[in-house]
């Protein structure tokens, strides 16, 4: 029998043929769990794979079809599917063409997610109350990831270019598959061993859900919870969210964006360092302006340019101040004068000096003053006060007037 060689091209259009010819595969509802996603914005066409626990298969819903779909499709999503198999003849994949779509709930992987994302804001793992704020210059920053992906790279040149004084800790780990939790987990506890480590970032490139679950693993969400050092948790594109995401202390949508967060840019520190420069110089040059006018105004014056005239005044003003204080004095001098006067006036008028002078005379009993003939007995002696002088006396003889 001859063999007929063809191009692979005519091959995979014959095997697109044959398949196409069975009815069955022409109109075929099959039910299964969406992953892998993604929305071509600019065409509307929708790419995802449909699978279940035992197998899976490429899918694609052109925009004819997509705006029919009454709820937004995300990974882990149960959901049946209409539509016919063919082959897309360059790549040779068969897949299904979806015309249809039809919710069935939450698939496996969104259960168990939800599930453990409600436990753990439970128990207050999310708290933001006790999420830490990032050093604002960071001397040494552990990057978890792979080191063969692109979020290695974008991490390390975005570091490098931003803040390029900052040293970065590669940390080696697996990101997807089985092992990955373990192996970042087991990482964790090295870096945290280490003293001078500021920041931690932690993350990778996107992927499917089933790519990133291994970032929603329980023990690993509790190891970052328990970090002695502020988190960055930087998984899967914008649209991503992990429990890691919610466990850390900052959420990245990117590693990129993880690494922005974790460094200033130098640049604009190096603007800010100009500005505060020019402020100085500015308040430098106002002062000296200040100053030098005062300097300008004090030459220009009376005391510098014709000092004479400056003590002249200042000597006139001397003597207008010494005179008013004389005055001052003079007339302070004369109202305690005056007061003092008064005062001995009204002294004078009361003095008992002044009384005897008139004719009238002090008797004494032992310096006790006598002021009635009841207070005298006879024989008792007393002295007399007169205006000139004073006489001692006998009581002979006492009359008394009723």
Not at 125 to 145: D, G, M, N, Q, Y
Request: aromatic share 8%; charged share 25%; proline share 3%.
């Amino acid at each position: 029998m001859e063999v007929t060689t063809v191009s692979v091209k005519q091959l995979n259009l014959y095997v697109k043929s044959l398949i196409e010819s069975d009815a069955r595969l022409l109109n075929v509802s099959v039910a299964g769990e969406i992953s892998n996603y993604k929305n071509h914005y600019s065409s509307g066409h929708w790419y995802f794979t449909l699978k279940d626990n035992d197998a899976q298969i490429r899918c694609v819903m052109f925009s004819t079809y997509t705006f029919k779909v009454p709820f937004k499709v995300e990974d882990g999503m149960r959901v049946v599917i209409r539509g016919r198999v063919s082959i897309y003849e360059r790549d040779g994949q068969y897949q299904l063409y979806a015309e249809s779509m039809e919710s069935a709930g939450e698939g496996d992987l969104a259960v168990a997610f939800n599930k453990l994302k409600e436990k753990l804001q439970r128990e207050g793992l999310f708290s933001v109350e006790e999420k830490r704020p990032l050093k604002k210059f960071p001397e040494k920053i552990a990057v978890l990831t792979s080191d063969t992906g692109a979020a290695v790279r974008d991490i390390l040149n975005i570091i490098s270019n931003r803040y390029p004084v900052c040293d970065i800790l590669l940390c080696p780990v697996s990101v997807q598959g089985e092992s990955a939790a373990g192996s970042m987990i087991d990482m964790l506890d090295r870096v945290y061993e280490l003293e001078d480590v500021d920041t931690i970032i932690i993350g990778r490139g996107g992927g499917s859900l089933e790519d990133l679950w291994a970032f929603n693993n329980e023990t690993l969400a509790r190891k970052i919870y328990e970090s002695p050092i502020p988190v960055i948790s930087a998984v899967g594109h914008e649209t991503d969210f992990t429990i890691c995401d919610f466990v850390a202390d900052v959420r990245a949508s990117t590693p990129s964006h993880a690494a922005e967060l974790a460094v200033p840019d130098k640049n604009a520190l190096l603007n800010t360092i100009f500005s505060y420069r020019s402020s100085l110089l500015n308040s430098l040059l106002l002062k000296y302006k200040m100053a030098n006018a005062k300097y300008e105004l004090a030459v220009s014056g009376t005391l510098l340019s014709a000092p004479y005239k400056y003590f002249d005044n200042l000597a006139l003003k001397i003597d207008n101040i010494e005179e008013k204080n004389l005055n001052s004095f003079k007339n302070v001098v004369f109202a305690f004068d005056k007061r003092l006067s008064d005062v001995a006036a009204r002294l004078d008028a009361l003095s008992p000096l002044k009384t005897i002078s008139r004719g009238f005379a002090a008797v004494n009993s032992n310096g006790k003053p006598i002021k009635s003939a009841n207070e005298l007995s006879v024989g008792q002696e007393i002295n007399i006060r007169l205006s000139d002088g004073d006489a001692d006396c006998k009581i002979t003889k006492i009359r008394c007037e009723k």
